[in-house]
């Protein structure tokens, strides 16, 4: 079975400053796809970025990078130049290869403060 | 724009009333899935579906069941409401993936409220 933790439960951080979510993740798999969603305050959940196991090279979308250490099984999400609108709990997922179904992490509440 | 609409943003029933929260996506999609979300807990899977008539149990499926009669709406059902189905209720849609990225899609949520 896979299992995802997230061990931030909450954090808060300065408009414009860059903020980093911690994810990590057990699971025998070597196929999989890892990813990253926002739950912005009384709004639907949405996708933020994904990563492919077998990819090395980290995501990137806008200011949005993950660090993915496929060892240590790792998967950081870091966002610069954060934005009010960035204020969202945020949840980390994880899905193998072949499988339709997502396993979540517990949640990371992430305040931007103006 | 892909969209997934859930039937009620607020829900409050009463212990022992049947429940229905319906969930309906207009992106054709084949697999469609019903989440209960906790504090501290996240997300859990209730039930999947991944065609019409078609269910498989998540890891928490007891006192719910399911019904997919068609492909665009999947429901998720409370026979016999307790307390500690109180809870947000989200759901999702997806198309079969396999060695794709197959993102899913999520409703709003029903927040239900069992008194």
């Known amino acids: 079975a896979q299992t995802v933790t997230q061990s931030q439960p909450e954090m808060s951080v300065q408009e414009a400053e860059t903020v980093t979510l911690s994810c990590t993740y057990d699971t025998s798999e070597n196929n999989y796809y890892l990813f990253w969603y926002k739950q912005p305050p009384s709004r639907q959940m949405i996708l933020v970025i994904r990563q492919e196991a077998y990819k090395q090279q980290n995501a990137t979308e806008n200011r949005f990078s993950v660090n993915f250490q496929k060892a240590a099984k790792s998967f950081s999400l870091k966002i610069s130049d954060s934005q009010l609108g960035d204020t969202a709990m945020y949840f980390c997922a994880f899905r193998v290869f072949g499988n339709e179904k997502l396993t979540f992490g517990t949640g990371t509440r992430l305040t931007i403060i103006p | 724009d892909v969209k997934v609409t859930q039937s009620s943003r607020y829900l409050v029933k009463r212990t022992g009333e049947k429940v229905f929260l319906e969930c309906v996506q207009d992106m054709d999609h084949e697999n469609m899935f019903w989440y209960r979300q906790d504090p501290g807990l996240g997300l859990r899977l209730i039930y999947f579906?991944?065609?019409?008539?078609?269910?498989e149990k998540g890891d928490i499926p007891e006192g719910y069941s399911v019904s997919r009669e068609k492909k665009e709406r999947f429901s998720l059902i409370l026979e016999s409401a307790s307390t500690n189905q109180t809870s947000m209720y989200l759901c999702?849609?997806?198309?079969?993936?396999?060695?794709?990225?197959?993102?899913?899609?999520f409703g709003p949520g029903t927040r239900l409220t069992v008194l």
């Open positions: 999702a849609s997806s198309s079969p993936g396999g060695g794709d990225y197959n993102e899913q899609f």
């Open positions: 579906s991944y065609d019409v008539k078609m269910k």
